[in-house]
């Protein structure tokens, strides 16, 4: 009779809710698992505003949400300032995950119920988000990411066209680098007016190799350096070698994924520290030594920057060239 009652207890004992939202520029689908609960919402003030009503009443573990060229991020905001458990995965965790469970489908309604469903089965990890002031950061950094692809997009048009068009393209070209010239200095300007950010990006300039524009880009892009491990850090950027094995075969260890912004970032500022930090200069001669081939030095030396940013950053002390920090 006990066991009858305890499980009858049990029966009753609420379940986990787990909820998924797929994110257009237009909408936002809702899915619920385990009850299928689905809903719409239009992704603008108002219809965020309902939806994080909604998502309040249903009390969810966590809510999945795909990183979807920044058009997550009012959402995402606005569920962490409701303090609803929110993670921001990669796309590409999602999509396997549904390849895995054989879903060919695919429409808004279908990607939001996969995504209520990799929460429940995988529960990702849930990170706090950039406040407002690293978002804005942030932006700027992908704007000045997107007028250097312009700059180097009509500087290879200039050696092709025609005479007639040079003088057009030129004009364009002093147009962006001005344009360049201006995010250059609201990101300065930004980073010293913050407190936090100015001690952070000291700390960062403090490792030979490591500049202004490096040190922006990992402060509004990197916002967990600092606070996880150094196996973490390096997956988080993508610079953490996986393995390729099955069976009696052993595939070459490779990288993939992370963060494509930071990685581009990192791997200048390897470039100059392999000629000027000590450290990184010893390492990377070594492995040409060993014979390793010149990207894959380069790659090994990332990761051991990154982890050494990642520990100088955690334990508050700026590199020096007799002391290198605990990673």
Partial sequence: MMQGRAMGRRAKMPQPIFVGIDVSKAKLDLAVSPTGEQSCFANDAEGIEELVTEVLSLKPTVVVIE???GFEVALAGALAAADVAVAVVNPR?????????????????????????FAAAVRPEVRPLPDGQAQELKALATRRRQLRQMITAEKNRLKIAPQILKPSIEVNIRWLEEQLDDIDRQMRKAIKDSPIWR???????SVPGVGDKTSAVLISNLWELGTLNSKQIAALVGVAPFNRDSGSFRGKRTCWGGRAQVRTALYMATLSAARRCPQIARFYQRLQADGKPKKVALTACMR???????AILRDQRPWTS???PQT
């Fill in 199 to 205: 001690a952070k990006d000291e700390l960062l300039k």
């Fill in 322 to 324: 007799d002391h290198q």
């Fill in 67 to 69: 990183a979807t060229s």
């Fill in 93 to 117: 965790h999602t999509h396997a995950f549904g390849r895995a469970r054989g879903i060919v489908a695919k429409t808004d309604k279908v990607d939001a119920v996969g995504l209520a469903e």
């Fill in 304 to 310: 051991k920057l990154i982890i050494m940013l990642n």
